[in-house]
């Protein structure tokens, strides 16, 4: 069992940075794809950046690029996801996920979330 721990989440105002982290436990970080996806109140969980498991290859949804930067330290077995010139609509609730197959396969591990709150 992978366990995912978010943490970094909180109240900023519009045009701000938040820096959040995601730990995993175990020793088989490395092994992994990692994501962070986001779900707004009434809104479907919506995928927001990926990483290769050598950190190599990255993937952004279109409304984030430019603004977040996806990053990975293996020996910390901590992903990030650093949000910078934050808008009202990036507000939700941030999670981290793992995929031991990697594209093409589901997540198959979920961290439990960090609120991300943006003001304006």
């Known amino acids: 069992q992978v366990q995912l721990v978010e943490s970094g989440g909180g109240l900023v105002q519009a045009g701000g940075s938040l820096r959040l982290s995601c730990v995993a436990s175990?020793?088989?970080?490395?092994?992994?794809?990692m994501g962070w996806f986001r779900q707004a109140p009434g809104k479907e969980r919506e995928f927001v950046a990926s990483i290769s498991r050598s950190g190599g290859r990255v993937y952004y949804t279109d409304s984030v690029k430019g603004r977040f930067t996806i990053s990975r330290v293996n020996i910390k077995n901590t992903v990030y996801l650093q949000m910078n010139s934050l808008k009202p609509e990036d507000t939700a609730v941030y999670y981290c996920?793992?995929?031991?197959?990697?594209?093409?396969?589901?997540?198959?591990?979920w961290g439990q979330g960090t609120q991300v709150t943006v003001s304006s």
């Open positions: 175990g020793h088989t970080f490395s092994n992994y794809y």
């Open positions: 996920a793992a995929d031991e197959e990697g594209p093409g396969s589901d997540y198959d591990y």
